[in-house]
Structure formats: structure tokens, C-alpha cells
């Protein structure tokens, strides 16, 4: 088909343009507009902070998108272990020069913005990972010895955010890094082992526990034990998503958010605010909007040539998926509060940021689906 | 292409693309779970979740209604709900407090205390709800406050009701409004419902008695509230209903000029209309403020009424018990004369006092009153008469007769402060003293001392049923229209004056029910009441009104406190000279006007000494009062007769 030209990987322009994959990127654009929506709907219905620096942040990084989406793919590739080891020498600097905010040191003060390093982990964990594995054989990927350089980039951030504390992102982080180790041929009796180890360590990783932690999974267990304490945010979103109905209470008419019963509803809770809004045809259409994402996400996968692109297509896809998944499960009443934002819709810089260098990366993919990394 | 390797590389591609399927149908799984879960929470229980979003949202808010007037018999209102003035503060709203404080201070008569107390109620407090900084300004400090208002951010003038007495006078009857105590929600079922905070209820009297009618229903506001309980908007309003008014019987003119009468004195005086049971008035002395209990009392003022040793906060009228003395003998003559024990004109020689079962029996007059029949005996109260009645009698007899007329039991219905005082008998003191009755003590209780309890309003219910010929009455205090058989049985027999009814009849056509077996009795006693108040000799002569029209009979009394020791009674120790607390009750019991009797009165003068000294002087005073206003009082009454 198009070998010749894409051997020299000496793309024109217009070539470029033409291989974007317009239903990701109309997809994402869509979904931006949708939580800025929500967002003005936090603010009471007025253009306040939260909303003027979402919509700054999302057009600012969308834009950002775009530019990666552009830049070769074999650039992303050769650069993957610098990306990661800088990305965990700032979750080093956390733990030095970090902002500590309600308990936890999560944050660098860049002057222009609080950048949380934990979320960008979520991307460089996986490019280093796809990276290694790309480059290793297949025969030797299930040797002990292949085994030990990921574990070590997989466990040294996990500790580090877990430590922060930060729960809920260090277990993102680690579904991203296990589903590349999965996707690429580890053998399962591996993940297995870990998973028996993981269960035999839990009590001693329960002990380290803060009381919040502990109180929060208990309180997932049976939300009514405390209504007006731990439970009290669980309660109240499926509350708020319980009254939205089929139809939802209208545009600016959330009375769960309006009135303050909803707790952090500019970010782990903004799907709450906009099911509360636009009820459950509401919810179906973000919940589709996601699926488009990941569904293009993945036949990028299918459509590029390295393993390298493959590989972190379908992991990014998968940890798309994931952080979806667990956010909607947790503000639905059917996971424990751990934290997590929803890519996109939820108020934060770094997240945002993340997410869009992550599908910059996806779309660098695309454009350059033929050109090989190495 | 075609790299070394490359077959390497495609086997790794497929494992990939083989495992990435595994994923995508467990996302899949995934996804048709949270869409599950999203029809169960927004599709199956949507219902229930759109009733606790409601029920998160709005919070309803109990608004006080105003509580029912209290009137008396011509409609001025004794006990009112007014407006008030008061000033609250609501703290978000105020840009500097310390600074409004300072500015409050210069236009209010504030203290230091009060604006450091004030400060402590705002950092306990929400900023968003009010303290009140003053209960009840004055309306030249209001509008003081209002012209300066434009510099007093965050202050709120608010006009409100509150419970106002225009004066001390009805005190004890009325009783007083108090904010509701924990207590009262948990025995006061009514108030289950309509408790609403900061709220007054009736604490005693009349305002306790009418509490559930007069409070009125409770209206709400609804309002959106945040999760912080902020009200964001009104919903809804129902003002709620004022509580009912009521009209009593009382007449606030009379109230006043006892009250006045009585100033200084530990004193009751009740009067009552004789035909219907009307409480004209009653009156305990000394007096309480009833307002200051309204905005909570003052603890200097509480002090000062729990101190004071004549008992201010006591109604001595319904719940003073008191030997009645000799006001019994009225009681006691007649019982005689009913169990066919004496003739009127049977006679006792007294010698000031007699001998039985080896103790002595003093008479009050040392040296005696010679011969004495039952018209005598009543006249000058002697003793001696009365001991020998009493022992021929016997107390079983007495206490019957004291019974049938009303002493010994609540005579009104539903007031917490009556109490029901005691009529001895042989069987009563075996009950609750555990003894044998003495001899001795009958003779005691033929004089209504010993075992003898009575209230002033007992004793004025009893004058009442013997000047009215003898028939049972119900003392009443809220008019409600009926009560008038015993008016109608009397006009009856003044226009037929010439076929007088068999009492059989009287009783089966106006319902009345008669205490007397032969009315002859009734009026026996009544002409001995008069020639004791209007004859010389009578113990209560000095103080007689000699205008027919005013013209009243009555008995005096005195109730011992300390038995007189014999070497007091040999000096002739006077009542005056004994310690205040050793001295006896005064007690004066009188109808009026004994030709066509209307009113009875009862007076009693705590450690007053002797009845016809203390408290005869007063029942005069008020009887020509009351009297002077009959007229008045009548065609009021009859107005009522015909509205009901």
C-alpha cells in the first residue's frame, strides 16, 4: 500500500492531516465541551474560577494533543525511559519539595501551575513498559531475569505515591503497568504469584493503612454504618444520580450539587453532578462518548505496525478504560472512595495533561502506523 | 520491511492482539454492568431517590402562633399578645462586629457582660443565624435604631408578639407564659406536635389550664436549605392560626382595687357570685410581675420572690390550705340542725371554757358568754356552744355535711395549683394518720381547727351555697353561657310567688341539686350570719355596712397556728405582740346584700390575727366594690344570656 513512502517515513503535511483519526479527536472535543458544561454547572451557573480554568486548561492542553499527535512516533519511542525517569524524579521531588494539602504530599508548586507527577506516572510507566517490551524477545519474556526490570519500574512509583499517600492514583498506576506486562506475554501462573504474594502481604499493607483509608473501605462495605460521616459521600451521590431519573433535573438544576450535599463535585464527583443534571440518557451518552474513545484508541492499536505502538495503544486504552471505569464505579456506589478522577470531565491540571499526552501519543501512532520505531 | 527478526515480531503482534481480545470482551462485561447499575439507580429507584433528594433539600420551619387574649367579664383584655421590638443581629451580614458592638453600645443601654456573652453566642453559632441582641426595646429605642440603621450592617429590627399582663393584678389567676422546658415536651402530649423553639407555654394558672386551646396552631415556612442547613429560598408559608380567646368571669376593675387593697399583706380574697359560681375575682397577696417571666427571668428577680417569706409565687386562694376556724360553725350549727341534734333555741351555759375527757376547752372569751343559743352561738362566735354541738354531733355527722358543701375536694376543674385541703373523719385518720379518733379532736374540729384544711376558695364556695338557700354550685372562671338554672328557678318563684314548688319538682325542672333536707336550716344560719356582722355583740359588728343595699352577713374566723399556752392565755397575751410567724390567719367568710343575697366573699390575712380585726375591714371594701358594679355586671350578664 503506502510501503514505499512510509519506509522513508518522510510524510507530507497533508498526508499527516488526512491520517488523524477525526472521530478520536471529534470524540475528545466533545467530551471537553461536555465538562466545561459541567463544570459552569459547579460554578452555580456562572462563568467562575473553576470553570475559566478548565476551559484554559482543556483548550491549552488540547492543543497540546494535536502537537504530540504530529511529532514522530519514533521520537516517543527512543525517548520512553528518559520520559519515565523523569517523570520519577519528579515524584521524587514530591517527596522532598511536595505541597502537602488535606494530609498528603501529592503536589509540585511550578509557579504556573501545582503539577501532581503521579499522574503523568500513569503514561511514562506504560511507554517505559511497552518500550521494553518491544525491544526484549519473545522467548525470553517469561525468563525470571526479563522479569526483574519491570517489576522494579512497576513497584519503585507504586510505593512512592502509595506513600504519599495516594492510594487510589498508585493503584492506577499499577493497572496500567500490569495490563502492558499482561498484554505482551507474561505468563499468567506470574500474575498469579504476585497475586497470592499481594494477598499474603494485605495484612501487613492494612497496618500501614491511615484510619481514613480503613474507614473508607469499611464504609464502602456498608455505606449507612456512619450516613453523616465516611458514608455520607457515597449516600449522597447515588442520591444525586437516583433523582436524576431518565431525564435528569435539567441544566443548572441539580439540587444535590446546587445546595452542597455533593462533596468534591469539580472533580471525582462531576459525573454525579452531570447524571444528577441530565439523568440516565445523560449518563449513557458520556458513558458512550467513553467507548467511542477507547474503541478508536484500540483500532489505532490494530491499525499500527510496532509492537511498541500496539502495546501501548491497547495498554493506554485498557488504563482509559480502567480510570472510566473506576471512577464511575466509585461515585455509582459500587467501589470504595479511593480518589480518582475521571479522565477529561474532572477539574486538574496534571490529569488533564496526562490524559492528553497519552492520546497525543495514541494519535502519533496513527499518523505514523507505518513507520517503524527502530 | 522484512528486519531480522521479524517473525519474532509477528508471533509477539498476534500474542498481543489475542490478549487485547481477552480485555476488550471483559470491558465489555464491564460496561454492560454500569449501565446495568445506571437503570437501577436511575430508572428502578428513581422514586425513592427523588424523596430523599427532597427531603435533603427542603427543611420545614415552625412558626410560633400568637397566642388567644385572655379576657375579663366586660372584654378588657387581662392577658394579650402585643407587639414587641426586638433587635437581632445576624453576623455574616455585619462587615465589622466589634466596631457594630461599639456602635450599638452608644445608641442601646448595653453592657460589657451582655456584648461578651453576645460574642460567645456568634463563635458557637453559624454566621448566617441571628443572636438576639435585645428581647424587648422600647419604642423610642427602636426607632432609634431605625433611624441610625443605615450604619448598623447585619442589624435586624423585628417586630414580634409576645405575651403582655397590663398589670400585676391577676397575677396568681392567670398564671404566666415561659419558654417550654424539656420537661414539658415530654409530659404535655399537645405540645408534641406544636413545640416549636423558643416558643412560650402556659406555666401555671389559667394560662396553664387553657394551654392547648388558647396556643393556637403552628404554621411553617419551608425553605430550601443547603447542605449546611443555610436557607437558600422560601418554598412555602402557612402563617398557621391564633390560639382561641377567652372570655373569664373575673372583673379586671375589682381585681385591681383588691390587689391594692391587699399590697404588703400575705393575703387571698375570693368573691363569687352565689347563683352561677362566677369568680368575680381572686386575688393572692403579695404579687408577682408575670411579664418578666415571658423573656426569661431575671435571676435577682427570681431570688427575691423565692426569698420573700409571704410566698409571692403561691395562689393562697386556691392553693393555701388553711384550719377554717370558726367560718366552720356555719357548717357546723346547720349539720346539728339537719341531724336533728339541737333545737334553735336549745341552750349552753359558757363559762369561757369546759372540762371533757380531763383536758380543758377554752372559749376565746376568757370569761365566758353566759347563756347561748345557735343565733348567739354564730353571733359572737362562742366556742363553748360549738363544743358542745360538736360532741353531740360527732365528726362523722360534720365531716358529711363539710363534704356535701364543698370542702375537702378541688371545686375547679383542671388547675394544677388547687389543692384539696382535708375534712377530718374517724375513718380518714385511721387511713392516712393510722390512729383512733379522740374524743377530744372532735371537739377541736367543731371550732374547724385540728385536723381541719380548707382553701380561701373552699370556704368562699361554701358561703356561696348557703346565701344562695342552699343549693350545689359550680364555681366557674371561663364564661360559657350555661350556670344560670338557680337565677331561673328564682325568677320563676318571684313571678308565681303564690304556688310555691315541691323541692322535687324544683330539682327535676331546673336541675338543681339541693344540700339541704329543710331550707328553714339555710335560713336559720343566715340570719345568725347576719346578727354577727350587723348586730352589737356580733364579731364583726365595727365593720358593718349599714346601707341595705350593700348590707352584708358574714362570719369571722381565726386559724391557730400555735396552741396558747395556759400562762399565756392568764396574761391575755394579745395576737398583736406574738412573733409574725406565731400569729394567727385572719379569716372572714360574708354574703352581701343579705336581703336578696349575690355575692360571697372569703378573706383571708396570713398571721393576720383575729378575723374580725384583719380580715372583716377588707371584705367590706371590696363588697360595696363589687356591689357598686352589680348593675354593671348583670347586663353584661344578661347579654350573654341572650347571644348563648
Same mark, same amino acid.
Given at each position: 500500500?503506502?510501503?514505499?513512502?512510509?519506509?522513508?517515513?518522510?510524510?507530507?503535511?497533508?498526508?499527516?492531516?488526512?491520517?488523524?483519526?477525526?472521530?478520536?479527536?471529534?470524540?475528545?472535543?466533545?467530551?471537553?465541551?461536555? @465538562?466545561?458544561?459541567?463544570?459552569?454547572?459547579?460554578?452555580?451557573?456562572?462563568?467562575?474560577?473553576?470553570?475559566?480554568?478548565?476551559?484554559?486548561?482543556?483548550?491549552?492542553? #488540547?492543543?497540546?494533543?494535536?502537537?504530540?499527535?504530529?511529532?514522530?512516533?519514533?521520537?516517543?519511542?527512543?525517548?520512553?525511559?528518559?520520559?519515565?525517569?523523569?517523570?520519577?524524579?519528579?515524584?521524587?521531588?514530591?517527596?522532598? #519539595?511536595?505541597?502537602?494539602?488535606?494530609? @498528603?504530599?501529592?503536589?509540585?508548586?511550578?509557579? #504556573?501551575?501545582?503539577?501532581?507527577?503521579?499522574?503523568?506516572?500513569?503514561?511514562?510507566?506504560?511507554?517505559?513498559?511497552?518500550?521494553?517490551?518491544?525491544?526484549?524477545?519473545?522467548?525470553?519474556?517469561?525468563?525470571?531475569?526479563?522479569?526483574?526490570?519491570?517489576?522494579?519500574?512497576?513497584?519503585?512509583?507504586?510505593?512512592?505515591?502509595?506513600?504519599?499517600?495516594?492510594?487510589?492514583?498508585?493503584?492506577?498506576?499499577?493497572?496500567?503497568?500490569?495490563?502492558?506486562?499482561?498484554?505482551?506475554?507474561?505468563?499468567?501462573?506470574?500474575?498469579?504469584?504476585?497475586?497470592?504474594?499481594?494477598?499474603?502481604?494485605?495484612?501487613?499493607?492494612?497496618?500501614?493503612?491511615?484510619?481514613?483509608?480503613?474507614?473508607?473501605?469499611?464504609?464502602?462495605?456498608?455505606?449507612?454504618?456512619?450516613?453523616?460521616?465516611?458514608?455520607?459521600?457515597?449516600?449522597?451521590?447515588?442520591?444525586?444520580?437516583?433523582?436524576?431519573?431518565?431525564?435528569?433535573?435539567?441544566?443548572?438544576?441539580? &439540587?444535590?450539587?446546587?445546595?452542597?450535599?455533593?462533596?468534591?463535585?469539580?472533580?471525582?464527583?462531576?459525573?454525579?453532578?452531570?447524571?444528577?443534571?441530565?439523568?440516565?440518557?445523560?449518563?449513557?451518552?458520556?458513558?458512550?462518548?467513553?467507548?467511542?474513545?477507547?474503541?478508536?484508541?484500540?483500532?489505532?492499536?490494530?491499525?499500527?505496525?510496532?509492537?511498541?505502538?500496539?502495546?501501548?495503544?491497547?495498554?493506554?486504552?485498557?488504563?482509559?478504560?480502567?480510570?472510566?471505569?473506576?471512577?464511575?464505579?466509585?461515585?455509582?456506589?459500587?467501589?470504595?472512595?479511593?480518589?480518582?478522577?475521571?479522565?477529561?470531565?474532572?477539574?486538574?491540571?496534571?490529569?488533564?495533561?496526562?490524559?492528553?499526552?497519552?492520546?497525543?501519543?495514541?494519535?502519533?501512532?496513527?499518523?505514523?502506523?507505518?513507520?517503524?520505531?527502530? | 520491511?522484512?528486519?531480522?527478526?521479524?517473525?519474532?515480531?509477528?508471533?509477539?503482534?498476534?500474542?498481543?492482539?489475542?490478549?487485547?481480545?481477552?480485555?476488550?470482551?471483559?470491558?465489555?462485561?464491564?460496561?454492560?454492568?454500569?449501565?446495568?447499575?445506571?437503570?437501577?439507580?436511575?430508572?428502578?429507584?428513581?422514586?425513592?431517590?427523588? @424523596?430523599?433528594?427532597?427531603?435533603?433539600?427542603?427543611? *420545614?420551619?415552625?412558626?410560633?402562633?400568637?397566642?388567644?387574649?385572655?379576657?375579663?367579664?366586660?372584654?378588657?383584655?387581662?392577658?394579650?399578645?402585643?407587639?414587641?421590638?426586638?433587635?437581632?443581629?445576624?453576623? *455574616?451580614?455585619?462587615?465589622?462586629?466589634?466596631?457594630?458592638?461599639?456602635?450599638?453600645?452608644?445608641?442601646?443601654?448595653?453592657?460589657?457582660?451582655?456584648?461578651? =456573652?453576645?460574642?460567645?453566642?456568634?463563635?458557637?453559632?453559624?454566621?448566617?443565624?441571628?443572636?438576639?441582641?435585645?428581647?424587648?426595646?422600647?419604642?423610642?429605642?427602636?426607632?432609634?435604631?431605625?433611624?441610625?440603621?443605615?450604619?448598623? *450592617?447585619?442589624?435586624?429590627?423585628?417586630?414580634?408578639?409576645?405575651?403582655?399582663?397590663?398589670?400585676?393584678?391577676?397575677?396568681?389567676?392567670?398564671?404566666?407564659?415561659?419558654?417550654?422546658?424539656?420537661?414539658?415536651?415530654?409530659?404535655?402530649?399537645?405540645?408534641?406536635?406544636?413545640?416549636?423553639?423558643?416558643?412560650?407555654?402556659?406555666?401555671?394558672?389559667?394560662?396553664?389550664?387553657?394551654?392547648?386551646?388558647?396556643?393556637?396552631?403552628?404554621?411553617?415556612?419551608?425553605?430550601?436549605?443547603?447542605?449546611?442547613?443555610?436557607?437558600?429560598?422560601?418554598?412555602?408559608?402557612?402563617?398557621?392560626?391564633?390560639?382561641?380567646?377567652?372570655?373569664?368571669?373575673?372583673? =379586671?376593675?375589682?381585681?385591681?382595687?383588691? /390587689?391594692?387593697?391587699?399590697?404588703?399583706?400575705?393575703?387571698?380574697?375570693?368573691?363569687?357570685?352565689?347563683?352561677?359560681?362566677?369568680?368575680?375575682?381572686?386575688?393572692?397577696?403579695? $404579687?408577682?410581675?408575670? /411579664?418578666?417571666?415571658?423573656?426569661?427571668?431575671?435571676?435577682?428577680?427570681?431570688?427575691?420572690?423565692?426569698?420573700?417569706?409571704?410566698?409571692?409565687?403561691? /395562689?393562697?386562694?386556691?392553693?393555701?390550705?388553711?384550719?377554717?376556724?370558726?367560718?366552720?360553725?356555719?357548717?357546723?350549727?346547720?349539720?346539728?340542725?339537719?341531724?336533728?341534734?339541737?333545737?334553735?333555741?336549745?341552750?349552753?351555759?359558757?363559762?369561757?371554757?369546759?372540762?371533757?375527757?380531763?383536758?380543758? #376547752?377554752?372559749?376565746?372569751?376568757?370569761?365566758?358568754?353566759?347563756?347561748?343559743?345557735?343565733?348567739?352561738?354564730?353571733?359572737?362566735?362562742?366556742?363553748?356552744?360549738?363544743?358542745?354541738?360538736?360532741?353531740?354531733?360527732?365528726?362523722?355527722?360534720?365531716?358529711?355535711?363539710?363534704?356535701?358543701?364543698?370542702?375537702?375536694?378541688?371545686?375547679?376543674?383542671?388547675?394544677?395549683?388547687?389543692?384539696?385541703?382535708?375534712?377530718?373523719?374517724?375513718?380518714?385518720?385511721?387511713?392516712?394518720?393510722?390512729?383512733?379518733?379522740?374524743?377530744?379532736?372532735?371537739?377541736?374540729?367543731?371550732?374547724?381547727?385540728?385536723?381541719?384544711?380548707?382553701?380561701?376558695?373552699?370556704?368562699?364556695?361554701?358561703?356561696?351555697?348557703?346565701?344562695?338557700?342552699?343549693? *350545689?354550685?359550680?364555681?366557674?372562671?371561663?364564661?360559657?353561657?350555661?350556670?344560670?338554672?338557680?337565677?331561673?328557678?328564682?325568677?320563676?318563684?318571684?313571678?308565681?310567688?303564690?304556688?310555691?314548688?315541691?323541692?322535687?319538682?324544683?330539682?327535676?325542672?331546673?336541675?338543681?341539686?339541693?344540700?339541704?333536707?329543710?331550707?328553714?336550716?339555710?335560713?336559720?344560719?343566715?340570719?345568725?350570719?347576719?346578727?354577727? &356582722?350587723?348586730?352589737?355583740?356580733?364579731?364583726?359588728?365595727?365593720?358593718?355596712?349599714?346601707?341595705?343595699?350593700?348590707?352584708?352577713?358574714?362570719?369571722?374566723?381565726?386559724?391557730?397556728?400555735?396552741?396558747? $399556752?395556759?400562762?399565756?392565755?392568764?396574761?391575755?397575751?394579745?395576737?398583736? @405582740?406574738?412573733?409574725?410567724?406565731?400569729?394567727?390567719?385572719?379569716?372572714?367568710?360574708?354574703?352581701?346584700?343579705?336581703?336578696?343575697?349575690?355575692?360571697?366573699?372569703?378573706?383571708?390575712?396570713?398571721?393576720?390575727?383575729?378575723?374580725?380585726?384583719?380580715?372583716?375591714?377588707?371584705?367590706?371594701?371590696?363588697?360595696?366594690?363589687?356591689?357598686?358594679?352589680?348593675?354593671?355586671?348583670?347586663?353584661?350578664?344578661?347579654?350573654?344570656?341572650?347571644?348563648?
Amino acid at each position: 500500500m503506502l510501503q514505499p513512502r512510509s519506509i522513508h517515513s518522510s510524510l507530507s503535511f497533508k498526508d499527516k492531516l488526512f491520517s488523524i483519526d477525526y472521530v478520536l479527536v471529534f470524540s475528545i472535543f466533545i467530551l471537553g465541551l461536555v @465538562s466545561i458544561l459541567a463544570m459552569y454547572s459547579t460554578d452555580g451557573g456562572e462563568f467562575k474560577y473553576h470553570t475559566n480554568s478548565h476551559i484554559l486548561r482543556f483548550f491549552v492542553f #488540547f492543543g497540546m494533543f494535536l502537537f504530540i499527535s504530529f511529532v514522530q512516533i519514533r521520537f516517543w519511542h527512543s525517548t520512553s525511559y528518559l520520559i519515565y525517569i523523569l517523570f520519577f524524579l519528579l515524584l521524587l521531588g514530591v517527596k522532598y #519539595f511536595g505541597l502537602t494539602s488535606s494530609g @498528603s504530599k501529592r503536589w509540585l508548586d511550578l509557579y #504556573f501551575m501545582n503539577l501532581q507527577p503521579s499522574e503523568l506516572m500513569k503514561i511514562g510507566l506504560i511507554m517505559f513498559l511497552a518500550k521494553y517490551y518491544h525491544r526484549i524477545s519473545i522467548e525470553n519474556i517469561n525468563h525470571l531475569r526479563f522479569l526483574f526490570l519491570p517489576i522494579v519500574v512497576l513497584i519503585a512509583p507504586i510505593i512512592l505515591v502509595a506513600t504519599q499517600p495516594d492510594l487510589g492514583t498508585a493503584l492506577l498506576i499499577a493497572a496500567g503497568g500490569l495490563t502492558v506486562t499482561w498484554l505482551a506475554g507474561v505468563r499468567i501462573k506470574f500474575f498469579a504469584f504476585s497475586g497470592l504474594a499481594f494477598l499474603a502481604l494485605l495484612p501487613i499493607a492494612i497496618s500501614f493503612l491511615k484510619p481514613y483509608q480503613k474507614s473508607r473501605i469499611l464504609t464502602f462495605l456498608n455505606p449507612e454504618r456512619d450516613p453523616l460521616g465516611a458514608g455520607y459521600q457515597i449516600i449522597q451521590s447515588k442520591i444525586a444520580i437516583g433523582s436524576g431519573g431518565l431525564f435528569g433535573k435539567g441544566f443548572l438544576q441539580g &439540587s444535590q450539587s446546587y445546595l452542597d450535599y455533593l462533596p468534591e463535585k469539580h472533580t471525582d464527583f462531576i459525573f454525579t453532578l452531570f447524571s444528577e443534571e441530565f439523568g440516565f440518557f445523560g449518563s449513557l451518552f458520556i458513558l458512550l462518548l467513553y467507548a467511542v474513545i477507547v474503541w478508536r484508541i484500540v483500532k489505532i492499536g490494530n491499525l499500527t505496525r510496532s509492537n511498541f505502538g500496539k502495546l501501548y495503544c491497547y495498554s493506554f486504552a485498557t488504563a482509559f478504560f480502567i480510570y472510566v471505569v473506576v471512577n464511575m464505579m466509585m461515585v455509582l456506589g459500587l467501589l470504595p472512595i479511593v480518589g480518582s478522577p475521571l479522565p477529561i470531565m474532572s477539574y486538574g491540571g496534571s490529569s488533564m495533561m496526562a490524559i492528553m499526552l497519552g492520546l497525543g501519543i495514541v494519535m502519533s501512532c496513527k499518523v505514523y502506523k507505518d513507520t517503524p520505531v527502530n | 520491511m522484512l528486519s531480522p527478526g521479524s517473525g519474532n515480531t509477528v508471533i509477539k503482534s498476534k500474542l498481543i492482539s489475542r490478549r487485547m481480545f481477552l480485555l476488550t470482551a471483559a470491558k465489555a462485561v464491564v460496561m454492560v454492568g454500569l449501565v446495568g447499575r445506571l437503570i437501577s439507580l436511575q430508572i428502578n429507584q428513581a422514586t425513592k431517590y427523588k @424523596s430523599l433528594s427532597d427531603k435533603n433539600r427542603f427543611r *420545614e420551619w415552625k412558626l410560633a402562633p400568637e397566642r388567644g387574649a385572655i379576657k375579663d367579664f366586660f372584654d378588657t383584655k387581662i392577658a394579650s399578645s402585643e407587639p414587641l421590638y426586638q433587635l437581632h443581629l445576624v453576623p *455574616e451580614n455585619a462587615k465589622d462586629l466589634d466596631n457594630l458592638f461599639v456602635r450599638l453600645k452608644a445608641i442601646l443601654n448595653i453592657t460589657d457582660r451582655k456584648v461578651s =456573652y453576645l460574642k460567645r453566642v456568634i463563635k458557637k453559632q453559624k454566621p448566617w443565624e441571628p443572636v438576639i441582641v435585645s428581647e424587648n426595646l422600647d419604642w423610642s429605642d427602636f426607632s432609634r435604631i431605625n433611624l441610625f440603621l443605615h450604619e448598623l *450592617e447585619g442589624v435586624e429590627p423585628i417586630v414580634s408578639v409576645a405575651r403582655t399582663y397590663p398589670d400585676n393584678s391577676s397575677a396568681h389567676i392567670l398564671g404566666y407564659v415561659s419558654q417550654i422546658s424539656a420537661k414539658d415536651l415530654q409530659t404535655k402530649k399537645y405540645l408534641q406536635e406544636l413545640a416549636v423553639p423558643g416558643m412560650a407555654i402556659g406555666k401555671t394558672g389559667l394560662e396553664r389550664k387553657l394551654d392547648e386551646k388558647i396556643i393556637g396552631k403552628v404554621g411553617y415556612q419551608r425553605y430550601e436549605v443547603n447542605a449546611f442547613g443555610k436557607r437558600i429560598r422560601e418554598i412555602k408559608i402557612d402563617e398557621g392560626q391564633a390560639g382561641k380567646s377567652f372570655k373569664t368571669t373575673l372583673d =379586671y376593675e375589682i381585681q385591681k382595687y383588691t /390587689n391594692k387593697l391587699l399590697k404588703d399583706k400575705a393575703a387571698a380574697v375570693c368573691v363569687m357570685d352565689v347563683y352561677n359560681g362566677d369568680i368575680v375575682s381572686l386575688v393572692s397577696s403579695p $404579687t408577682f410581675e408575670p /411579664n418578666e417571666f415571658v423573656h426569661g427571668l431575671d435571676k435577682a428577680y427570681w431570688n427575691s420572690l423565692i426569698k420573700n417569706e409571704k410566698k409571692p409565687l403561691a /395562689n393562697k386562694a386556691l392553693s393555701g390550705l388553711y384550719p377554717p376556724g370558726s367560718t366552720i360553725k356555719t357548717l357546723v350549727a346547720l349539720s346539728a340542725l339537719e341531724n336533728k341534734i339541737i333545737r334553735p333555741l336549745d341552750t349552753f351555759r359558757c363559762k369561757g371554757k369546759i372540762e371533757l375527757y380531763g383536758e380543758k #376547752f377554752h372559749c376565746w372569751e376568757k370569761d365566758g358568754h353566759g347563756i347561748v343559743n345557735l343565733r348567739r352561738g354564730i353571733q359572737r362566735s362562742c366556742d363553748v356552744y360549738f363544743y358542745e354541738v360538736a360532741r353531740k354531733l360527732g365528726v362523722d355527722r360534720l365531716s358529711e355535711t363539710a363534704k356535701r358543701f364543698g370542702l375537702g375536694k378541688k371545686v375547679l376543674d383542671d388547675f394544677i395549683e388547687e389543692r384539696s385541703g382535708v375534712v377530718p373523719n374517724t375513718k380518714w385518720k385511721k387511713k392516712f394518720i393510722g390512729q383512733n379518733w379522740y374524743l377530744g379532736e372532735t371537739l377541736h374540729s367543731g371550732i374547724g381547727q385540728g385536723y381541719f384544711q380548707s382553701t380561701p376558695l373552699q370556704l368562699c364556695l361554701m358561703t356561696a351555697q348557703i346565701a344562695n338557700g342552699g343549693f *350545689e354550685i359550680k364555681p366557674r372562671i371561663i364564661v360559657d353561657g350555661k350556670n344560670d338554672n338557680l337565677r331561673n328557678y328564682l325568677k320563676h318563684k318571684n313571678e308565681n310567688p303564690n304556688e310555691p314548688l315541691p323541692t322535687d319538682l324544683l330539682v327535676s325542672n331546673f336541675d338543681l341539686k339541693p344540700l339541704f333536707k329543710n331550707q328553714e336550716h339555710i335560713n336559720l344560719i343566715k340570719d345568725a350570719m347576719f346578727s354577727s &356582722s350587723n348586730e352589737p355583740g356580733g364579731t364583726s359588728y365595727r365593720h358593718r355596712l349599714e346601707n341595705p343595699k350593700y348590707t352584708f352577713a358574714g362570719k369571722t374566723g381565726s386559724s391557730q397556728i400555735k396552741r396558747f $399556752t395556759e400562762a399565756q392565755r392568764e396574761a391575755e397575751v394579745k395576737q398583736e @405582740s406574738l412573733p409574725y410567724k406565731d400569729r394567727d390567719h385572719a379569716l372572714f367568710v360574708a354574703f352581701a346584700p343579705y336581703k336578696n343575697p349575690q355575692y360571697a366573699i372569703s378573706v383571708l390575712v396570713e398571721h393576720g390575727g383575729s378575723g374580725g380585726k384583719t380580715a372583716a375591714p377588707i371584705a367590706k371594701k371590696v363588697i360595696k366594690k363589687v356591689l357598686e358594679r352589680h348593675e354593671l355586671r348583670r347586663s353584661v350578664n344578661n347579654k350573654i344570656g341572650e347571644s348563648v
